[in-house]
C-alpha cells in the first residue's frame, strides 16, 4: 500500500492498485439491472457496489436496461459555459465534451445562459 519512512510523504508503491477491481457477480450484475429499473440513481448504485459510475452504466447497457439521461456535473457545466460563451458553437461544445447536443442546449440553458441565434448554413 503506502510506502513511508520517518518524516517522508507517503508514497504508492508501484505494484499497488490505486482501486481494488471488483467484479460483481451475474446476481448482483441482475440486482443493479432491478434497482436502476425501480429508480435508483446510477451513481447510488456504483457507492452500493463500490464500483465505477462507468462499470454500472456497462452492466445496464449489456442487459439491454434503458439508461435515463446523465446529467453534466457542475465542472462540466462550468468549462460548457465558458465554451460556449467564448464563441463556439453549442454543436462545438457539445462534441468537445462528449455529449448529445440537445444535452448540451438544455445545460446551457439551465445554467441561465442566453443562446444565441442558429448559425444559417452557407449553400
Given at each position: 500500500?503506502?510506502?513511508?519512512?520517518?518524516?517522508?510523504?507517503?508514497?504508492?508503491?508501484?505494484?499497488?492498485?490505486?482501486?481494488?477491481?471488483?467484479?460483481?457477480?451475474?446476481?448482483?450484475?441482475?440486482?443493479?439491472?432491478?434497482?436502476?429499473?425501480?429508480?435508483?440513481?446510477s451513481t447510488a448504485l456504483a457507492e452500493d457496489f463500490?464500483?465505477?459510475?462507468?462499470?454500472?452504466?456497462?452492466?445496464?447497457?449489456?442487459?439491454?436496461?434503458?439508461?435515463?439521461?446523465?446529467?453534466?456535473?457542475?465542472?462540466?457545466?462550468?468549462?460548457?459555459?465558458?465554451?460556449?460563451?467564448?464563441?463556439?458553437?453549442?454543436?462545438?461544445?457539445?462534441?468537445?465534451?462528449?455529449?448529445?447536443?440537445?444535452?448540451?442546449?438544455?445545460?446551457?440553458?439551465?445554467?441561465?445562459?442566453?443562446?444565441?441565434?442558429?448559425?444559417?448554413?452557407?449553400?
Open positions: 500500500m503506502l510506502a513511508t519512512e520517518a518524516g517522508d510523504t507517503p508514497t504508492v508503491q508501484a505494484n499497488t492498485p490505486i482501486r481494488p477491481w471488483t467484479r460483481l457477480s451475474p446476481a448482483a450484475q441482475a440486482e443493479v439491472a432491478q434497482r436502476y429499473a425501480s429508480g435508483e440513481t463500490r464500483v465505477a459510475k462507468s462499470t454500472i452504466l456497462r452492466i445496464l447497457r449489456e442487459n439491454s436496461v434503458v439508461v435515463r439521461r446523465q446529467p453534466l456535473t457542475t465542472e462540466q457545466m462550468k468549462q460548457a459555459v465558458m465554451l460556449y460563451e467564448s464563441g463556439r458553437s453549442l454543436s462545438q461544445v457539445a462534441k468537445e465534451m462528449s455529449v448529445n447536443q440537445e444535452t448540451m442546449r438544455v445545460a446551457i440553458i439551465k445554467a441561465g445562459v442566453e443562446l444565441r441565434p442558429p448559425t444559417q448554413s452557407k449553400i
